[in-house]
């Protein structure tokens, strides 16, 4: 339906178009970009430039540049994004940064461990956490064009973009951005931009998919009755063919007939074939724009007793939501509420360390 290395040029083409360049696809995942002036020191003084969006069209290519995540020009064209908007960065503002009294209930309520005393909370410190929304646009083409934005959020220190994430985004969106930031505190480790968008593009995938579903039911009676009008038709051609046939004692005229009735059925194939194509839903998806917030959360150490023995676990309390977020399994990466420790190791009751150990 589509693919990255189409979204990255997508992105990259866009985005030089509207600093002022010329830019002209050459062949597959290949444009080459005259420069206006005023970027040529962003892009090392060239005024031209040749870029492949494709591992082997850039192999093939001579004098190229390979633009993919984590390329030199792919972050230059990012900063130019920057300065206009297509990336942007919020600081969301958050009125307390205080642990609530009830912050120890909502842990009881979110994480617990088999067999062992409920965590007690032994610290809590503020840490810095970046969220992406990373904003996609879809056209849609069938017998018309649409065009829908999608939005996903991405938790960028878990990499997880499930529904409970997805409900932190008008949250996020509410909340009036501060120019500068409120705390200057130490980052939470975040994931790869590269990662960030491919599983945005896992979450974007069946919001698509359930669009082009709901477009192909909308168009499904008008394609039947073309369908069916079109039926209608070759099927009178045929018969009133057929008739004639039959009725004709000419061999010359029959040979004719014969030759009119391979031609009709030939044509309805065709027109037929014709009728669906026009109404196969076209789904062509790219990456718009992305938010950056920068949101201050609370990390909770915990300390939890199995038998005698005492052991560290960690959990987040989210100041936007005022909830305690649900921790991952430590060893599947699953979101979870109910934890076990065996030999050292924690996992989530499904059994999912067992089979690792094994
Ligand atoms: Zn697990």
């Not at 972050?75 to 206009?84: P, Y």
């Not at 027109?271 to 909770?300: C, G, M, Q, W």
């Not at 023995?309 to 649900?326: A, K």
């Amino acid at each position: 339906m589509w693919n990255s290395a189409y979204s990255v040029q997508n992105f990259v083409t866009r985005t030089l178009e509207s600093h002022g360049a010329m830019v002209e696809q050459t062949g597959f995942a290949l444009v080459e970009v005259l420069l206006p002036e005023d970027l040529g020191e962003v892009f090392d003084g060239r005024s031209f430039l040749r870029l492949a969006f494709d591992y082997e069209v850039a192999q093939e290519t001579e004098d190229c540049q390979f633009v993919t995540f984590g390329s030199y020009l792919l972050d230059a064209v990012t900063g130019l994004a920057l300065s206009t908007g297509r990336v942007v960065q919020c600081y969301v503002p958050v009125p307390n940064l205080e642990l609530p009294s009830k912050a120890a209930e909502q842990i009881g309520q979110t994480v617990s461990f088999i067999k062992c005393k409920p965590p007690r909370l032994k610290k809590s410190y503020p840490l810095e956490f970046i969220y992406y929304q990373l904003n996609f646009r879809c056209v849609f083409r069938y017998d018309e064009k649409r065009e829908e934005l999608y939005s996903v959020l991405v938790d960028m220190h878990t990499g997880r973009q499930d529904s409970e994430v997805q409900e932190l985004l008008p949250l996020l969106q509410k909340a009036i951005p501060l120019e500068k930031r409120e705390h200057m505190l130490p980052q939470a480790p975040v994931i790869t931009m590269e990662d960030a968008y491919n599983r945005a593009c896992m979450a974007v995938g069946p919001m698509v998919r359930m669009k082009m579903e709901e477009i192909e039911g909308g168009q499904a009676g008008l394609r039947e009755k073309e369908l069916s009008k079109a039926t209608r038709y070759y099927d009178r051609t045929y018969e009133e063919l057929r008739r004639k046939l039959f009725r004709s004692r000419d061999l010359e005229r029959q040979k004719r007939f014969k030759q009119q009735i391979a031609a009709t059925e030939s044509d309805r194939e065709r027109r037929l074939h014709d009728i669906r194509e026009r109404f196969v839903v076209e789904a062509e998806v790219t990456l718009d724009s992305i938010v950056i917030y920068h949101l201050p959360k609370l990390n909770l150490e915990l300390e939890v007793q199995q038998r005698e023995e005492l052991f560290p676990f960690e959990v987040i309390f989210n100041p936007l939501s005022r909830e305690v977020e649900r921790s991952l399994c430590p060893s599947c990466g699953k979101p979870v509420m109910q934890l076990a420790r065996t030999g050292g190791n924690i996992h989530c009751s499904e059994g999912c360390a067992s089979a690792k150990v094994r």
